[in-house]
């Protein structure tokens, strides 16, 4: 029983990590997939064998390794020199990223809650620094609690788009965009979000004993975010074209689905910032602790502290600026973790074969001696 909670923790933060605020907007969704037309069931079916592939490899290999860090992944990948490059402009990006995270918390506490725009990010900011006091164990705890209510909001979603008339559009929606761009927009989907994973998911396999677990949890967890993309496609394909004109197009959709409908989006898409932006801030902070002279209970209000500040820029234009250069560098990683072979498995430890079950006693023989 113990083996499957771990699974569906280890899929919950699989998934709860890949699906932030872009995701949880239909932004992200709409660019990479649906206007892509009748190309985009086939892309999101190739996208969901990646993350089910390579984000299953990478927590094998993080494990196998030994490696507490993206950092430590990263040299494995590239080598010594230039892992710890790639990691230290990874580390720059993250922190970026973290920073749009609390703006983009900020803003739905401004735009949707009428709250100051301040008090988001210091609402935020707190929560954060309580739960990560928690370590891994808070964030998968976070994540199964936010995740099965996504996947919930997805179902209803779905159900409620069966009942309209352009349902089926999604089989059949031209579009005039390339197939070549088509085709490439689900590596680059997969690799710009793999890339930002790398920080949660190679942490969580070194605290991963049972690689069955880690497995199966990698495997379920990219079926989750393959199921999601399904949904969420579904829906906007139905609405096309008009849903391009808005700046929330999930949000157009379940507005029409009534205020309660209305109030748990809201929610969601704050509780899916708000795993994101821990998840992230707990893997850099993970990082800096290899990297910095300082104390490691003075790392994260640092770190928490720099994002704030940096957030005073606001949503958008952080966007703009730093998703596109993370998106090139992405590409470079995922290719070469397509290339990178499995590590053997550590050997078991004397005492218990976790694979089997099976407990081993080390005996030695004893050498009788003659009188």
């Known amino acids: 029983m113990k083996s499957y909670v771990r699974t569906l923790q280890i899929a919950f933060t699989y998934i709860g990590t890949i699906v932030g605020a872009g995701f949880a907007t239909g932004q992200e969704i709409l660019r990479f997939f649906t ?38 992944f990263n040299r494995h990948l590239f080598g010594e020199k230039t892992g710890s490059r790639i990691s230290l402009f990874t580390l720059v990006i993250l922190i970026g990223v973290n920073s749009i995270m609390l703006a983009g918390a900020g803003a739905i506490f401004q735009e949707h809650l009428g709250f100051p725009y301040q008090a988001g990010l210091l609402i935020t900011l ?13 964030i998968m705890q976070l994540n199964s609690l936010v995740v ?20 089926g559009r999604f089989l059949f929606l031209q579009t005039d965009s390339s197939s070549f761009g088509a085709w490439m927009s689900p590596l680059l989907y997969t690799a710009f979000n793999l890339g930002m994973a ?16 880690l497995v199966r949890g990698g495997i379920l967890g990219g079926i989750g975010i393959g199921f999601m993309l399904l949904a969420a496609h579904f829906a906007m394909s139905s609405q ?73 820029f606001g949503f958008s234009s952080l966007l703009g600026v730093f998703y596109p250069i993370f998106g090139a560098l992405a590409l470079v990683w995922v290719s070469m973790l397509l290339r990178a ?15 089997k079950g099976i407990t081993i006693v080390a005996v030695k023989p004893v050498i009788r001696g003659r009188k």
Not at 126 to 138: D, I, P, Q
């Open 35 to 72: 206007r892509y037309g009748h190309w985009a069931l086939l892309t999101i079916m190739l996208s969901t064998v990646l993350f089910v592939w390579l984000g299953t490899k990478m927590m094998v290999i993080a494990r196998r390794i030994g490696a507490d860090s993206y950092e430590d």
């Open 240 to 312: 096309m074209p008009g849903i391009l004109q808005y700046e929330v197009p999930m949000g157009s959709i379940a507005f029409r689905l009534g205020p309660a409908v209305q109030l748990i989006y809201l929610l969601l898409i704050f509780l899916e910032i708000f795993s994101t932006f821990i998840a992230n801030i707990y893997g850099v902070s993970v990082q800096l602790q290899q990297r910095l002279p300082v104390a490691p209970a003075l790392v994260t209000p640092l770190l928490m502290l720099f994002c704030y500040l940096f957030s005073q």
């Open 341 to 355: 072979p499995l590590s053997p498995p550590p050997p078991c430890p004397e005492g218990k074969d976790k694979a």
């Open 148 to 167: 099965p209510l996504m996947l919930t909001l997805s179902l209803i979603i779905i159900f409620n788009t069966f009942g309209l008339p352009e349902a």
């Open 198 to 213: 790398q920080a949660v998911l190679v942490p969580l396999a070194r605290h991963t004993e049972d690689e069955q677990s």
């Open 126 to 138: 707190t929560g954060s620094f309580f739960l990560l006091k928690r370590g891994m164990s808070g």
